[in-house]
């Protein structure tokens, strides 16, 4: 499989975020995913974890983070994202999930070490149905809210369109419970404008947006997608 390929299934894609994530929190996750080829599943008979390395220096290149600094910067990357959950809806019911089970810095070698939650392998490796993008694509996005947008609708290019109801994407991009989200006002201009400038900045998508309303509020977003 081709390195820094994204693949993944459209279940996780679609995963309802509990709370909002930091860029670098979606870029460790996204680079991992990149890292995991689905190769190694037949290569090992009891596949439990998946351990991951990278270098402290490459880690703070692709976070955007002071190297220097990266011993405690990752700390908190680490902290702070192996307390995320989120939720994947299957055809039977739904399942809650986290991303990793646990992340090491090794000091004398300079290496992050990650290994991944092992209930997240089979939405990345032996998929029928995937979608795939190439982890550049979000490396320069620099908004968290982007990223997961840029995935909601990469998957639909072939289509060249998406509707997605906005109480859907409260839900996905982890924002339901906040009250700076209330109002659509405040999602169009803080989440909307900025991913459609960026996505269309620094990926291969081109994306616009239209309203969809009914009695004058806005229900969902309809995304044009080229």
Known sequence: ??????????????????QTYTVQELRTVLWMISEIHKEDYFKLQKYEHKAIEISAKRYAELMGINV???YRDAEKIADDLGSKRFTIHTPTGWINLGWISSMEYKHGEGII???VAPDLLPHIIDLKKYTSF???NILNL???????IYQLL???LWKGDRIISLIELRSILGISDMKSYKF???IKQKILEVAKRKINEHTDLIISYTEI?????VEAIQFKIT
């Open 113 to 115: 070490r990650i290994l």
């Open 154 to 156: 990469v998957q639909y």
């Open 1 to 18: 499989m081709q390195k820094n390929l994204l693949v993944q299934s459209s279940a996780l894609i679609e995963a309802h975020y509990k």
């Open 142 to 148: 620099g908004s968290s809210h982007a990223i997961k």
């Open 184 to 186: 659509y006002g405040s």
């Open 68 to 70: 220097d600094n990266v």
């Open 213 to 217: 309303k009914k009695q004058r509020k």
């Open 134 to 136: 190439k982890l550049e």
